[in-house]
């Protein structure tokens, strides 16, 4: 295989998955619907008593321009996030169907290396995630969530590391799981306690102020510095730390989801497919 | 020489504590046409996902013309058209879009591809649902649509999981044809398992799988002389009823 070919199995990989998206447009609604609750709702209920100001002794920690924020402009990074993190699990349910139905074969007895092949399909999955979220911040103007202008291009880069790394936790774990019934479990162990335990809709110092222990463990959290990361990206700046640990587990989860649709030693060798 | 088309030999495969295939050897050159018999839970599924590599058979080897599945997966691979025992294409999509995505994980173009499956269905009186979603066709008509595609990339095996499964006697009686034909003109090397009986051709091999064994591996004829049965479903029960 040349590099050519490579670059034609990865093209054919996005294509199918931009087609897919086309056509199963109901799954991209409904993905626009669930952050736009949270903002239309909860945020604008919480709006009149919770702002968010500048934490004091802390001034790299605030990428607003301002000092205090309403509260929907403080969680729009967060359900940023949110769609990213539903997304790359849907991506794992969508590979756990479609290994219980079959078409996932298709994909893993191509003659290309089946760690090129995945990262493909991630890549895939994750350009779709990043429209997901254009369309979502388009729809949060009526809000008044306006990021600057370049604020759209700098945020690219941090959707994508950090859709790959949750993309990559997703495959991982459709690799881990045996049936698509267990995947309410994926949402209770992972979704929720990953969403509520981060700084995605509170910032992480009020949490130290009711909870050093709930602190610690956020602070841990990877989903917190990729909601950092594209918080500080929307504003056109670069949030250092959070870019280090979200490539960082950008890297295990990728390694583990490899691991898992590994032939020789996976995850996958556990069970029949 | 000329190398085997497939080459499995001293095949074993554990799920945990449970053997589901033990000491496999077969082997099938070019042209072959071999039926591999075996009832529900035998072991054919699972050695079609070793053959293809889902996963790597834990002892033993499988070769492709001579490349090693596990060693040389690159190789080998290319060398493979699978049609799995359960539907692979993607109903949402066209005919042409499954086709084409199908050829890009074989690094084909598109109009390659396109020659070559528009070629394909045109022997099969089908080159009129190119731009029809498959949610639209009928079970045969999917099921020789995965034939066509797994002959896109000029594969020089063929295997076949219970391609028949879900698909009316009309259909069958079609895909059984058209994969003979393939046979004999292409020189294509054919593994299709079933556990259907009448499915197996009287001029080809049989292989008969019972419970992770080959039990009998020769051609028909043979081994009806072998067992003094009268039909193929006698000789099956005299190997795996004894």
Redesign the interface.
């Given at each position: 295989?040349?590099i050519?070919?490579?670059y034609?199995?990865f093209?054919?990989?996005v294509?199918?998955e931009s087609?897919?998206f086309f056509?199963?447009r109901e799954r991209f609604f409904s993905a626009l619907v669930r952050p736009l609750v949270w903002l239309a709702i909860f945020a604008v209920g919480f709006r009149s008593f919770l702002g968010v100001s500048r934490p004091l002794g802390q001034p790299d920690n605030w990428p607003y321009p301002i000092s205090l924020v309403p509260y929907e402009l403080y969680i729009a990074a967060g359900l940023i996030a949110m769609i990213q993190l539903f997304n790359g699990m849907q991506s794992s349910l969508s590979m756990v169907y479609d290994r219980e139905?079959?078409?996932m074969?298709?994909?893993?007895?191509?003659?290309?290396?089946r760690s090129f092949?995945l990262v493909s399909k991630l890549i895939a999955g994750v350009s779709v995630s990043i429209l997901q979220v254009f369309a979502f911040l388009a729809i949060a103007l009526f809000w008044d969530i306006e990021p600057p202008v370049w604020g759209y291009l700098t945020v690219i880069p941090a959707l994508f590391l950090s859709g790959m790394m949750l993309g990559a936790l997703g495959m991982f774990l459709s690799s881990a799981i045996k049936q698509l019934e267990n995947f309410a479990g994926v949402m209770n162990f992972v979704i929720f306690p990953m969403f509520f335990a981060s700084s995605a809709l509170y910032p992480l110092w009020k949490i130290r102020e009711s909870s050093e222990v709930l602190f610690y463990f956020c602070s841990y959290n990877p989903f917190t510095h990729a909601v950092e990361l594209i918080r500080f990206a929307l504003y056109g700046q670069l949030n250092e730390k959070s870019l280090l640990i979200v490539s960082i587990f950008l890297i295990i989860f990728l390694m583990l989801a490899i691991y898992g649709y590994d032939?020789?030693k996976?995850l996958?060798?556990?069970?029949?497919? | 020489m000329e190398s085997s088309a497939l080459s499995i030999k001293k095949l074993n495969h554990n799920?945990?504590d449970l053997k589901v295939l033990n000491n496999i050897n077969l082997s099938l050159k070019k042209g072959d046409y071999s039926i591999l018999l075996g009832l529900n839970g035998a072991g054919k599924?699972?050695l079609f996902?070793l053959i293809?590599?889902?996963?790597?058979n834990q002892t033993g080897s499988i070769d492709i013309f001579s490349k090693n599945i596990?060693n040389n997966?690159?190789?080998?691979?290319?060398n493979?058209g699978?049609v799995?025992?359960?539907?692979?294409?993607?109903l949402?999509?066209t005919v042409e879009?499954n086709l084409?995505?199908?050829?890009?994980?074989?690094?084909?173009?598109k109009n390659l591809a396109l020659n070559n499956a528009i070629s394909e269905l045109k022997r099969q009186n089908m080159e009129n649902i190119l731009k029809k979603k498959v949610r639209e066709l009928s079970g045969g008509q999917r099921r020789r649509v995965e034939i066509v595609r797994a002959l896109m990339h000029n594969p020089k095996l063929l295997l076949l999981d219970e391609p028949t499964v879900g698909v009316d006697i009309e259909s069958r009686k079609l895909i059984v044809k058209h994969v003979k034909t393939l046979c004999s003109e292409k020189k294509l090397a054919v593994l299709w398992a079933t556990h259907l009986i009448d499915e197996v051709d009287e001029k080809g091999k049989l292989i008969i799988l019972h419970k992770g064994k080959v039990l009998a591996n020769d051609n028909v004829k043979s081994i009806l002389k072998k067992t003094k049965a009268k039909n193929i479903s006698n000789a099956f029960d005299y190997y795996t009823k004894k």
């Open positions: 295989m040349n050519f070919q490579y034609l199995c093209k054919g990989i294509y199918r087609l897919r056509y199963q139905m079959g078409s074969r298709t994909l893993l007895v191509s003659p290309f290396p092949l032939p020789s996976g996958i060798t556990k069970k029949k497919i | 799920f945990g599924t699972t996902s293809t590599r889902l996963y790597d596990k997966p690159t190789q080998a691979l290319a493979i699978v799995f025992q359960q539907p692979t294409v993607d949402d999509l879009q084409q995505y199908h050829a890009s994980l074989h690094g084909m173009t």
